[in-house]
Each structure stands twice: as structure tokens, then as C-alpha cells.
């Protein structure tokens, strides 16, 4: 049986601080994003990363209508991901050099795991739920996955770009027409952690709603 037992979660009425407060305050603040450059093998193995997405699947998601998936990218696929990057950046760039084009192909063999998060857009079933609660729904199911690597020492990051929107990149992922490319999620051994950058203090995003009566 594990220390933090199912049983010691916290209820509502319970007063104080749990073990889990401080797990999850310091795997909270102690994330960092870590370019895919800086992320080697070994990488998550497939247990891992199934409890990885177990965990994306825990994300809210208003009317369960699940309006994001994630592609894999493993070894055997990463060339064809960087000729997409190669050809994004020739499409923006005729005389890119071929050294620039060699380094965006090396783009896609960063990270020994890598996946590409979807969102689906509100053009399908369930036209009232909206593109940003389907993008908030991604975004908690995104750092669930990162904290839950995290958790297991994992380093990771996010990375988009320019090529997210080719048609090229929506080919290669099969994409439908009402899906959008969001970003790549990378996920390995950090050589080396940076320091944690300075969090915004609440005071700069939090106010306080005060209605004056003769508003009411
Ligand atoms: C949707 C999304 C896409 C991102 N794409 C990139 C990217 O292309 N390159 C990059 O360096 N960081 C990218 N990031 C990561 C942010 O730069 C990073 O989260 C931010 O600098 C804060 O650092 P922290 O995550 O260590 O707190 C992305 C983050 C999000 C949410």
C-alpha cells in the first residue's frame, strides 16, 4: 500500500495541509520546459507512457465529447516528420541552404518520445461546446501528461513552429478538416535542468469582482 493512500485525499471540510499539497505544489513548480535538443534516451517505456496518456484522459472535458487526440511519432517515423519540416521551411524560404534545410530535418529526431497534440475544432457533433473549451480541455490534458513525466523524472517540453499549419504536416497526420495541429509534446532524460523561471505573481492575473449595489 502506498504512504498517500486513496484515503488520505482530501475532502471537502478537511482542514490542513496533506502530503499531497506539497507533491503536488512541488512537481507543479518544479516543471520546466526543456527544448527536445536537451532531451536524450532512455525515454519513457510503453507502460510509462500509457499511464501518461491515462492521465491526459483525467483532463476536464465539457460534454465528454474527448475533442483531442494525440499521434505518436516513433523512430521508423521521425524522417518523414523532418521532410515536412525540411519542405515547411522551403515553402517560407526558397533559398534556404542546405545546411538550414539538414537542421530543420534534424528537428524531428529530437526527444525520444515525441507526439503531436490535435484539438478538434466545434465544426462536428457538439457545436456548443466551443473551440476554447476544447483547448482549455487539451491544455489540462497536456500537463497532466507532463506532470505525470515529470513525477517520473522525466524532462519535457513544447514545441510548435511554423510547419504546424502546412498542409503537408496535416497529410502526414491524417488530419480532418476540422482539426487544428496545436503542438508537439517531447518527452526524455534532461543533461541538464535551468533554473526555474520566475512565476508571475498571482496579484498580476487575479482580481476580485466588486459590484457596487446600485450596479446589481
Ligand atoms: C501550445 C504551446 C506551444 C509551445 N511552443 C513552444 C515552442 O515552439 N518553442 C519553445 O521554446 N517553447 C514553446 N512552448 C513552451 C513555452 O515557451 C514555455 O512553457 C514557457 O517559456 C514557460 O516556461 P516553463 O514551461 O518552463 O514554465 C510552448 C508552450 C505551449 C503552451
Not at 503537408?168 to 533554473?195: S, W, Y
Request: contains cysteine.
Amino acid at each position: 500500500m502506498s504512504a498517500l493512500s486513496i484515503l488520505d485525499t482530501p475532502v471537502p471540510g478537511t482542514v490542513g495541509r496533506t502530503a499531497y499539497a506539497d507533491l503536488t505544489a512541488t512537481l507543479i513548480q518544479t516543471r520546466q520546459q526543456l527544448a527536445p535538443k536537451r532531451l536524450f534516451a532512455p525515454g519513457p517505456d510503453a507502460r510509462q507512457i500509457h499511464a501518461y496518456f491515462q492521465a491526459a484522459a483525467a483532463a476536464p472535458d465539457h460534454g465528454q465529447i474527448l475533442p483531442w487526440r494525440f499521434v505518436v511519432v516513433p523512430a521508423a517515423s521521425r524522417a518523414a516528420l523532418g521532410e515536412v519540416f525540411a519542405q515547411a521551411l522551403r515553402e517560407r524560404d526558397a533559398s534556404a541552404s542546405d545546411k538550414e534545410l539538414a537542421e530543420a530535418r534534424d528537428k524531428a529526431h529530437r526527444g525520444p518520445f515525441v507526439a503531436l497534440a490535435i484539438v478538434r475544432d466545434a465544426t462536428d457533433d457538439h457545436p456548443e461546446i466551443p473551440l476554447q473549451e476544447r483547448l482549455i480541455s487539451l491544455g489540462c490534458a497536456i500537463q497532466n501528461l507532463l506532470l505525470s513525466a515529470h513525477a517520473d523524472g522525466f524532462g519535457s517540453g513544447l514545441v510548435s513552429g511554423q510547419a504546424m499549419q502546412t498542409a503537408r504536416l496535416r497529410r502526414l497526420f491524417a488530419m480532418a478538416h476540422n482539426e487544428q495541429a496545436v503542438c508537439f509534446v517531447a518527452i526524455g532524460t534532461a543533461d541538464r535542468r535551468k533554473p526555474i523561471r520566475p512565476r508571475p505573481d498571482p496579484a498580476l492575473f487575479v482580481s476580485e469582482l466588486n459590484c457596487e449595489a446600485d450596479h446589481v
